[in-house]
């Protein structure tokens, strides 16, 4: 499980960011391993991007892969990039 925690960029709405996203969502679903994604956002602002992977390495390979393959995305321009705190860490428990 990859997940992402950040506020966003001054004067950015989760509106802005979920556009700015459009290009992450569709490279993602390409990705190996990818099984979903989910945005929240706490009342003080603090966005929750959470993804599910088959593995810890795949969700890593991704990770980079964004700041590589998609270095051009507006989506790095709607985070506060001071404020990201990001990990991708085995399940260790599921309830279906």
Excluded at 33 to 58: C, E, P
């Amino acid at each position: 499980m990859e997940i992402t925690t950040f506020f966003l960029a001054k004067s950015v709405t989760m509106k802005d960011f979920i556009a700015a996203n459009a290009d992450v969502d569709a490279w993602l679903k390409q990705q190996p391993g990818f099984i979903l994604r989910r945005i929240t956002q706490r009342a003080d602002g603090l966005v929750t991007d959470m993804l599910l992977w088959t593995s810890a390495k795949n969700g890593e390979r991704a990770a980079h892969g964004i700041v590589t393959e998609l270095a051009g995305s507006a989506v790095h321009a709607a985070i506060d990039h001071s404020t990201v705190d990001w990990s991708v860490n085995v399940c260790r428990h599921r309830v279906n």
